[in-house]
Every structure is written in structure tokens, then in C-alpha cells.
């Protein structure tokens, strides 16, 4: 058996209404996703996180490297796309590229084995996992926080035991929402904070400090991620524990992060930082640093489903009995394509979320969603 067709798909969605975050305005989802068809007819899906269209032209130039070869060889396919690419993108979307055909190859062998991919990753350390509610971007630019009140009740009226918003608006804007979101979800609910890099170190160490009272579970990606060695000055001068890493790409980048002691959480996304090979690797450097996982997902259901068996299969560092859960980040804005393009879809039981149990993801693409949103196929 071997790899006989590469397709990629760019699904795109005008958005009912357009919400911003500190950096731009999104209105609109445009994904690029790719099936991997062998010459038995099995197939595999996967996701890239990145501009769509520079995605698609990255597969394309992957897929004289992958066509022809066995599926079952992911691990040396991997390799030989990266030396490949080496030479010009040791970072950046050709990675991203890499990574939406490595996923697909992860669901095709399980689906050839008939195996869950969170098996073939090496075995289920836990079957649910709490996924953490991601929202609270801006919808006004003259009132951004107007519907914050409404929205965070409605996650924990869902059963959301954790919730992330963005900052990055000004400090005392910023500090305003905070408290007022501590006040809305009450003292039992985690609140996290994410400025997309929107400060400068002396900014971040202000706002960290005047938010500090508010139990703040960690600051997400607070200044450039660029700036090792600053994420590590301002770890040292708050008790808020610092995230970031969904701008980073491979184990190298990562161990910037790690060797850097820049972060207590790092959050690769995996539809970009190398795909699920990769991750698995960035995982067993980050155990070595005593540096927890928490994988950053944005895209479509694919991308959620390759992060929960990921998820899945992470080692607890410390180990105990009475192991705190594992979340998973789970976007609540609006996306349809993380809502409808795959099915059986995603379930919330008392507040977690089960890992798939059958072949590969789990999961298939509904062939009417794709057609409908493709507004290029390759
Ligand atoms: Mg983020």
C-alpha cells in the first residue's frame, strides 16, 4: 500500500459578526485542511494553522516527498520533509505545512490499523479531558467589553470550570475586565488572561502585579515571542504563572522557551508546530524541564480532535492519585467549521469532554460541509 493522492481543501466563512483581540479584527474562517488517500482507498484528514492559502502552496510542495511512500512510515516521511525544508524555513508556515500532512498520516494509520491514534501514541493516561473555554474577544471598539457579562455567564451556565479572555487592550482597561470577569464567574472558576503579545516587558510586569489578587491561572503569551529571556524577567516578578508557544515550531524553538525558563506552561499548537511526530517530542523535552502542555487550538474540529487524543496521552508529571485534570482549550467563537465539518461531534458531559475511541481521529469529514465552505481545492 502506498500514499497515491494529496488534496487540500481551503474552507472559508464570512462570520455573522466580527470580533477583534489586540492585534486585528477577525471577519472571517479561512482554513486550509488536506486528505491523504492511499492506494487501498483508506485516507486520513489533517489541519494546518496558518494563512490558507501559503498552507495549501506548502503541501503542494510537500507532496513530491510524500506521494509514493508506505503510510505506516510517519515517522520517516516526517524526517524527510524536514530536511527538505531545512535549508529555507526551519520556522514558519512550510512547518505548518509539514505538520496538517503529518496529522493526516497519524488518522490514516490508525484508520488502516484500526487503531484510536491516542493508541498508536502509546496508550490512554486518561479518557476525558476538561476543556477550558476560550472567548471574550472584543466585539465593540467604542464599548469592547459589552457583551463579556452575558458571555461568561453563558460558559458557566455550560459548565466551564475554566475560562480564558483576552487583554492587551491598555492596563487599566484591561485591569477594569479583569476584575469585573472575577466578579461575574465567582471564585471557583478558573480565569486565565491572553494578550497575543501585546506588551512590553515594563507593561506586563504592571498589569501581571495590579492582577495578581484576582487568582489568575496563568498569563498567556504576555510580550513578543521573541523575547526569551523577558518572558523569564517577568516570571520572576509575578506569581501568575506564564504561558505561551502558539507562535513557536519544532522542538528547537520550543527548547528557547524551555532552556530559557521563559514559561510554566508551553502550548504548541499541533496543526502548526511540527503535527502530532513533533509533539510527542516537544512533550518529552518539556517533562525534562518540569514544564507543563497545554496545546493552543484555534481551527477547525480536526485540529480539536488531533489536541484530545494528543491530550490523552501525556505523561502527569508530577504523578499522583488525586491528579488534577488536563484541559484542553476549546474555542467558543463563532466557527462552523469547528462545529460542522466533522462528525460524531463533540460532546460536553458534566463538564468534560470524552476522548474518541474509534480508528485514527475518530472522526470523518462531512463531504456536503466541505463542498459547501471549499473555495479552492488542489
Ligand atoms: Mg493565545
Redesign the pocket.
Known amino acids: 500500500m502506498i500514499i497515491e493522492k494529496i488534496e487540500t481543501y481551503i474552507l472559508k466563512d464570512t462570520l455573522s459578526k466580527s470580533f477583534f483581540f489586540s492585534q486585528w479584527e477577525y471577519t472571517e474562517r479561512c482554513i486550509c485542511v488536506v486528505k491523504v488517500t492511499t492506494s487501498d482507498g483508506y485516507y486520513g484528514w489533517g489541519e494546518g494553522y496558518g494563512p490558507a492559502s501559503v498552507l495549501e502552496a506548502g503541501i503542494n510542495f510537500l507532496k513530491p516527498i510524500v506521494l509514493n511512500k508506505n503510510p505506516l512510515e510517519n515517522e520517516v516521511i516526517w524526517s524527510e520533509m524536514y530536511r527538505k525544508t531545512l535549508d529555507f524555513a526551519r520556522r514558519g508556515i512550510l512547518v505548518a505545512s509539514m505538520s496538517a500532512i503529518d496529522i493526516a498520516l497519524w488518522d490514516l494509520k490508525g484508520k488502516i490499523l484500526k487503531l484510536p491514534v491516542s493508541l498508536l501514541l502509546g496508550g490512554v493516561q486518561r479518557n476525558k479531558i476538561r476543556p477550558y473555554a476560550?472567548g471574550l474577544y472584543f466585539s465593540d471598539r467604542n464599548n469592547p467589553s459589552k457583551d463579556f457579562d452575558e458571555e461568561a455567564a453563558n460558559y458557566v451556565s455550560q459548565g466551564f470550570k475554566a475560562i480564558?479572555m483576552k487583554v492587551g487592550l491598555g492596563i487599566d482597561l484591561d485591569f477594569k475586565h479583569v476584575k469585573r470577569m472575577r466578579e461575574v464567574i465567582g471564585d471557583d472558576i478558573q480565569l486565565m488572561v491572553?494578550s497575543?503579545h501585546a506588551y512590553s516587558l515594563g507593561e506586563a510586569i504592571a498589569l501581571a502585579k495590579k492582577i495578581e489578587p484576582f487568582n489568575i491561572s496563568w498569563f498567556?503569551?504576555p510580550i513578543s515571542p521573541e523575547f526569551y529571556e523577558q518572558y523569564n524577567e517577568l516570571r520572576n516578578k509575578t506569581i501568575i504563572p506564564i504561558?505561551?508557544g502558539?507562535c513557536e515550531y519544532l522542538r528547537f524553538g520550543f527548547h528557547q522557551l524551555l532552556k530559557n525558563k521563559s514559561v510554566d506552561i508551553i502550548?504548541p499548537d499541533i496543526c502548526a508546530s511540527g503535527g502530532l511526530t513533533e509533539a510527542k517530542r516537544i512533550a518529552a523535552l518539556a517533562s525534562t524541564y518540569g514544564v507543563d502542555v497545554i496545546p493552543?487550538t484555534?481551527g477547525t474540529s480536526i485540529g480539536i480532535h488531533v489536541a484530545l487524543h494528543f491530550i490523552s496521552n501525556l505523561e502527569a508529571i508530577p504523578g499522583r492519585m488525586m491528579a488534577p485534570d488536563f484541559l484542553i482549550?476549546y474555542d467558543q467563537t463563532e466557527n462552523v467549521l469547528r462545529e460542522k465539518l466533522t462528525y460524531p461531534s463533540l460532546v460536553i458531559k458534566d463538564g468534560m469532554i470524552e476522548v474518541p475511541t474509534g480508528p485514527g481521529l475518530g472522526i470523518d469529514v462531512n463531504e456536503d460541509i466541505l463542498k459547501k465552505y471549499s473555495i479552492s481545492r488542489s
Do not use: M, V, Y
Open positions: 476560550t480564558k491572553d497575543n498567556e503569551e504561558a505561551g502558539e502550548q493552543h484555534w482549550e
